[in-house]
Nanobody
Framework: QVQLVESGGGLVQAGGAARLSCAAS????????MAWYRQFPGNQREFVAA???????NFADSVKGRFTISRDNAEKTVHLQMNSLKPEDTAVYYC??????????????WGQGTLVTVSS
């Protein structure tokens, strides 16, 4: 079993910053891509940022230049540093990891979500 525990959500003022963390535990040999998604009320989950095991990153256009993503492979954690937050960043943020399994299709696991509320 794989468990993902997220932390760092909460209430932030517009223009402020927040840092989300996601720690993976359980039977994990290797982790491929680690990513963050977010979901607005009544909407589908949307991609925010991703990072490969080698450190290559990708961001949604809406967060480029404001958000950064990092990971610690040894600790099996991924972080999302969010700067210059806007009220429209208010959402539930989810982390997702790709578990690499020898001889098998990689499996995706999701965190439980953490709410970030940005007040104007």
């Amino acid at each position: 079993q794989v468990q993902l525990v997220e932390s760092g959500g909460g209430l932030v003022q517009a223009g402020g910053a927040a840092r989300l963390s996601c720690a993976a535990s359980g039977k994990i040999e290797r982790i491929g891509i680690m990513a963050w998604y977010r979901q607005f009320p009544g909407n589908q989950r949307e991609f925010v940022a991703a990072i490969t095991s080698g450190g290559a990153t990708n961001f949604a256009d809406s967060v480029k230049g404001r958000f950064t993503i990092s990971r610690d492979n040894a600790e099996k954690t991924v972080h999302l540093q969010m700067n210059s937050l806007k009220p429209e960043d208010t959402a539930v943020y989810y982390c997702k990891i790709q578990k690499i399994q020898l001889g098998r299709v990689p499996a995706d696991y999701w965190g439980q979500g953490t709410l970030v509320t940005v007040s104007s």
